[in-house]
C-alpha cells in the first residue's frame, strides 16, 4: 500500500513522502493515528504543500526545543544498583527510569519511547540519545554504581582514590625501604665472612 505521510514518522519518513508501507501497518496505525494518508492522485497534488508546511513546524519546533536540548545534553544522572562481581546488574536500569529521572532533573515530561538506549544491564557510563524531534537528537550520560558506593566522579570518589594511591604508594616505600634494610644485612654478613 502507498501512502501519503502527513506527519514526520520516526524510522519512516518525514511529512510529504510517499511510502510503500505494509497494508495493516498503514491500515491499522498509520491512517487512524493520522499520520498519514492514502497516496491518490488528489494526494499526490497537496504533497509539496504538505512538505513546506510540516519544514516550517519542524524549524519552529527545533528552535522552541533547541534550550532543553542544551539541557539534555549537560545531564549526567546517576543511579545506583545491586550487581554481581562481573559487574553484571541484578536487574536493569530500563527506559521509563531514564525518563522519570529526566522528569525530576529537568520538569520536562519524556516519553520512554523517545530515548534510544537498550535497557542497561552493567556497572559503568552510558550513553543515551533522547529524540526530541527527526533533527534534534541530544545525547546525555547515565552513570549506573554499584550500591553503597561513592558515585564515579563524585568528590568523595575521587578522594577515594586520591587515599588508595597514597596508601599504596606508602606500602611501596615501606617495602623498598624493607627490600633495602635486608639487603644492607646480607651485604653485610658477607663482608663479615670474607
Do not use: C, W
Not at 514518522?9 to 501497518?25: I, P
Not at 487512524?32 to 513546506?52: E, F, H, N, S, V
Not at 617495602?175 to 670474607?194: F, Q, R, W
Request: charged share 30%.
Amino acid at each position: 500500500m502507498k501512502v501519503l505521510l502527513i506527519k514526520d514518522v520516526f524510522k519512516l519518513g518525514r511529512a510529504g513522502d510517499v511510502k510503500k508501507v505494509a497494508d495493516g501497518f498503514g491500515r491499522n496505525f498509520l491512517m487512524p493515528q493520522g499520520l498519514a494518508i492514502l497516496a491518490t492522485k488528489g494526494a499526490m497534488k497537496q504533497a509539496d504543500r504538505i512538505r513546506i508546511k510540516a519544514a516550517e513546524e519542524r524549524t519552529a519546533l527545533n528552535e522552541e526545543l533547541a534550550g532543553l536540548a542544551e539541557q539534555i545534553r549537560a545531564l549526567r544522572l546517576t543511579f545506583p544498583a545491586k550487581a554481581g562481581e562481573t559487574d553484571t546488574l541484578y536487574g536493569s536500569i530500563t527506559t521509563q527510569q531514564v525518563a522519570d529521572a529526566i522528569a525530576d532533573e529537568l520538569n520536562f515530561n519524556i516519553k520512554r519511547q523517545q530515548l534510544e538506549v537498550q535497557p542497561i544491564r552493567k556497572l559503568g557510563e552510558h550513553t543515551v540519545a533522547a529524540r526530541l524531534t527527526m533533527d534534534l537528537v541530544p545525547e546525555f550520560t547515565v552513570i549506573v554504581y554499584r550500591e553503597g558506593e561513592a558515585v564515579p566522579g563524585s568528590r568523595e570518589a575521587l578522594e577515594a582514590e586520591a587515599a588508595a594511591a597514597e596508601e599504596a604508594a606508602a606500602a611501596e616505600e615501606a617495602l623498598e625501604a624493607e627490600v633495602k634494610v635486608v639487603v644492607e644485612d646480607e651485604t653485610s654478613e658477607e663482608i663479615e665472612e670474607a
